[in-house]
């Protein structure tokens, strides 16, 4: 559950991350974003992970929590970079997607 | 490394160096990356390969389970000095005891009567004689007929040039951020460096963990320069230490600590992949046996498997053993089941595997209850356990850790994850999806030395030896090494049960396979060794959850349906399997080689199975 | 295996070379820088090992893990030094220079 959850925020985090990459801004957008977008888009980023991996380390402990937190980013970073290279319209939609998944997932884990 | 001597900087060294220590033993890698990614499952490969034990459903509360299985120890076994208790679990299906009769050489790690249960209803299961998945296990490290020692040495020495080829990849790489997201499809030998790059750098911790813990994991024999030049005695004295006791013990702790040991190895035994560590580390110790014999005052440093069966070993000379402990007066066996249930509310979120009673119907009882998940990776024994007086049922507080030190805090951490031990089924899966991009890794590397060759074959007009060679031998790997997994798994169904030489005569069937796709690379032209060698595996994949359901085993709806999790997930991971196959031939067929570029083209549509397969992960 | 495919430096040209074919002081040397990276290498990480182990002795069971950790990142680290450099002899005595000091400082600790 806690790996599912991990996965599909992290999906987020990582796309904004890509997303304030200039390299990949005209696949996504068709067009550059402004400096403050960027920055928005980045420190966004930055933060999601951060507090996943804090949430992960408080739940399983520093060793498992931090081992799961790696592992999981890894295939979201996997789902981003395919999104990427063959859907890269479909960006916002694989993002609607994993947050109404994690907020699914993240409700069930909450009252469960 | 220019051949004109001409300056050049860093990272055009390292690429060259990254090429040239990855190509060499490759092969090796990739068998030792893909035998070692289904390790993380070789438990249940077992359970698969062992049909017999399907029909045992584990859908009953672990209470009655539990209880069933005390049933059956008490009409068996009711005098045993030790009985173990494995319940089914994510990673079994059956109920396993095994029983510790008086009479039994303590020091035997292969003795005791071990027993498999249907766990509804207490019948006892007799299974086929086979490897199963410990093959593929021992394969990844000891490799298969010869010399365990020199195999070894083989397979450290591929791992420490995997952490070179790992190392100059990162300094190469450099654009490792700028380019995390990038891959473009259809670009030749652009998409090869892509995918590549894709499959290293997305699971690099996991590459650079279970590469640095594999050298640890055979650091004894490695490097074992520092323990020997600060320990006289060896790994056993460093353990002592490190376990923070001091080097020189009495004697006549021994055997206050015989019902420990005693208890320790029962649990070992019945794990599988234990039982196998543990019968290699008995035939590495008696090698060490007459050393150790003349030293007195070793005991059991704890911890460290392989450190313990060298002591349990090298006892044997100071005439000591448990056999000599005095039996306790009789009295009746606590109630089990309450103290599970105790240990169910203590871990809520945990599975409850083993139960180990020693001593069971006497008054000096004590059972030990252990969970799967462990808490923490950082030390060795953190693995949640609690013990009870087996009489009263009181819980006996167990000491708390003692702080770990930062090295063994790596260490632990580091081969812990390597081996997957105390992981849930989550993280194991996690681990082996990424166990599976190292193993696309080090595949596409090894395409990427042709491809990158292909068009310079292409204008001498001939393909060289050298080239040739690595172009066979990648087919030959990299398809024929899954072909040969598929008629593992399929000869274990044919193989009839009961002759002599069982295991081994599957094991043939894996290597007569492999032989097969060598030889049928080195015939065919490249190309169609390739699709013929992708549709024989795609074909083969498919056939072995129909195989499965027709001989005996438990078929995939039936396994489904009743959740039977550890045989249903072998036999969809073999679909999955066969679908990435069945499409890479479908890649290649549709895609015609016979443009200008041929050479080069040959190989485009593997690669996009490749990130095809990363898309399944 | 990753070079340099857009920007910077012009791969080297191939074709001349294949024809003249590797030059034999070229494969004595490549030979040579391999036998020292393995060998050498694993030499200097045995003496960094046994060095670190002894160097602690208020708190030897870390120290002879840690060294023994990091005996394999010497090597490792040897290995990459030993291709990265240009000269030869300077790859040597990279190697060279730290075997003996540390072989020096093994024997002062065993004293």
Known sequence: MLVWILWAINIISLSCLAAAMSKHQRDFFGRALDPKQNQLLTLAGWALLAVSLFASILLRGPSVGASIWVCAITFSALVVGLVATYLPLRLKTVNAIAAMLSGLLLGGYLLF | ?617 | MHTENNNTAVPAPRTPRRKAGPSRRYRVMIAYRFLLAIFGGYALAALVAMVTSLGFPEQQASATLSGTLLAFCVHTGVFIWVFMVQSTRKATLGVLIPAIIFAVAYWLLKK
């Open chain 2, 1 to 617: 490394m220019r051949i004109d001597g001409k300056s050049e900087g860093p990272r055009q060294s390292m690429s060259w160096l990254h090429t040239w220590v990855g190509l060499p033993l490759g092969w090796l890698l990739f068998a030792v990356f893909l035998t070692g990614t289904l390790s993380f499952f070789h438990q249940e490969i077992t359970v698969w390969m062992k049909p017999e034990l399907h029909q045992s459903l584990a859908t009953q509360p672990q209470a009655q389970q539990l209880q069933t299985a005390i049933d059956a120890l008490q009409t068996r076994a009711p005098d045993a000095t030790a009985w173990n208790i494995n319940l089914p679990s994510n990673r079994q299906t059956a109920t396993e005891i095994s029983i510790r009769k008086p009479g039994d050489d303590p020091r035997d790690r292969r003795g005791g009567e071990r027993l498999t249960l249907d766990s509804a209803t207490g019948e006892a299961l007799t299974a086929r004689d086979t490897r199963g998945g410990g093959f593929l296990y021992r394969f990844h490290f000891d490799l298969y007929g010869i010399d365990r020692v020199i195999a070894r040495w083989i397979v450290g020495f591929a791992t420490l040039f995997m952490f070179v080829a790992i190392i100059s990849g990162i300094i190469t790489h450099k654009k490792i951020f700028k380019d995390f997201f990038t891959f473009r499809p259809n670009k030749g030998q652009r998409s090869w460096l892509d995918a590549h790059n894709a499959t290293a750098v997305l699971a690099l911790p996991f590459h650079l963990v279970i590469t640095f813990s594999g050298l640890l994991l055979l650091m004894f024999m490695l490097m074992p320069w520092g323990i020997d030049a600060a320990y006289e005695g060896g790994r056993q004295d460093f353990f002592q230490a490190m376990n923070g006791r001091p080097v020189q013990q009495g004697q006549q702790q021994n055997q206050q600590r015989g019902a420990e040991q005693q208890r320790e190895g029962m649990q070992q035994r019945n794990r599988e992949g234990a039982n196998d560590e543990a019968r290699a580390a008995n035939r590495e110790a008696g090698e060490r046996r007459e050393q150790q014999a003349q030293r007195n005052g070793e005991r059991q440093a704890g911890g460290e498997r392989q450190a313990n069966n060298g002591n349990r070993e090298g006892r044997g000379g100071n005439g000591e053993g448990r056999e000599q402990q005095p039996t306790a007066p009789a009295a009746p066996l606590g109630d089990l089941v309450a103290m599970l249930a105790t240990a169910e509310q203590q871990w809520p979120n945990k599975t409850i595997t083993s139960i180990s009673v020693t001593n069971p119907n006497r008054e000096n009882a004590e059972v030990e209850i252990r969970a799967q998940e462990s808490d923490s990776l950082l030390s060795r024994g953190q693995q949640p356990s609690m013990k009870f007086n087996g009489v009263t049922g009181a819980v006996i507080a167990t000491p708390e850790a003692a702080a770990v030190s930062i090295p063994s805090a790596i260490y632990n951490l580091t081969t812990l994850l390597h081996m997957a031990r105390g992981a849930d089924v989550a993280l194991r899966w996690l681990l082996f999806l990424s166990g599976l991009l190292g193993t696309m890794m080090v595949a596409s590397g090894l395409i990427l030395w042709c491809v990158k060759r292909a068009p310079e074959q292409q204008a001498q007009g001939y393909k060289s030896f050298g080239y040739r060679l690595v172009e066979r031998l990648n087919v030959a790997t990299i398809a024929g090494l899954p072909i040969a997994i598929a008629v593992y798994f399929c000869a274990n169904r044919f193989v009839p049960v009961g002759i002599p030489l069982r295991p081994e005569m599957e094991i043939k069937f894996f290597f007569i396979a492999w032989l097969i796709s060598a030889i049928h690379a080195t015939v065919r032209p490249h190309r169609s060794a390739w699709i013929e060698q992708m549709a024989i595996g795609a074909g083969l994949f498919f056939i072995v959850p129909i195989v499965n359901a027709l001989t005996g085993g438990r078929a995939l709806w039936s396994s489904i349906y009743h959740q039977q999790w550890t045989v249903a997930s072998v036999d969809l991971a073999c679909i999955l399997m066969g679908t990435l196959l069945a499409w890479s031939v479908y890649k290649l067929q549709t895609k015609p080689a016979a443009v200008v570029k041929a050479r080069k083209t040959v190989e485009k549509p593997v690669e996009k199975s490749l990130i095809q397969a990363e898309g399944q992960a």
